[in-house]
């Protein structure tokens, strides 16, 4: 199957950035959309931005303008750069992997964002 590794997660001030990168391995065959998704305690998860493999982008409407979302097919990774970042953009984030057009999901362990005042 697909393992997904993420990485760039920490702590930032507010205003600050942050890089998120995620790289899968194993069966990477077929990977189409590629994306971030974010959680909070008590709330469900919610899409951030997708990719699919011929770069037609998706934006949650709270991040667009400020976070870009990009892919390297031949390293079979997506990014997710985070500018101007918000205490409510704290959240763990999760990044996903999906085959085809209606394959099954793939997701990685997530990784902690902080944003403090």
């Known amino acids: 199957q697909v393992h997904l590794v993420e990485s760039g997660g920490g702590l930032v001030q507010a205003g600050g950035s942050l890089r998120l990168s995620c790289a899968a391995s194993?069966?990477?065959?077929?990977?189409?959309?590629m994306g971030w998704y974010r959680q909070v305690p008590g709330k469900q998860r919610e899409l951030v931005a997708t990719?699919?493999?011929?770069?037609?982008?998706n934006y949650a409407d709270s991040v667009k303008g400020r976070f870009t979302i990009s892919r390297d097919n031949a390293k079979n990774s997506v990014y997710l750069q985070m500018n101007s970042l918000k205490p409510e953009d704290t959240a763990v984030y999760y990044c996903?992997?999906?085959?085809?057009?209606?394959?099954?999901?793939?997701w990685g362990q997530g990784t902690q964002v902080t944003v403090s005042s």
């Open positions: 996903k992997a999906r085959k085809g057009d209606y394959g099954e999901d793939y």
């Open positions: 194993g069966s990477v065959f077929s990977i189409n959309a």
């Open positions: 990719i699919t493999r011929d770069r037609v982008i």
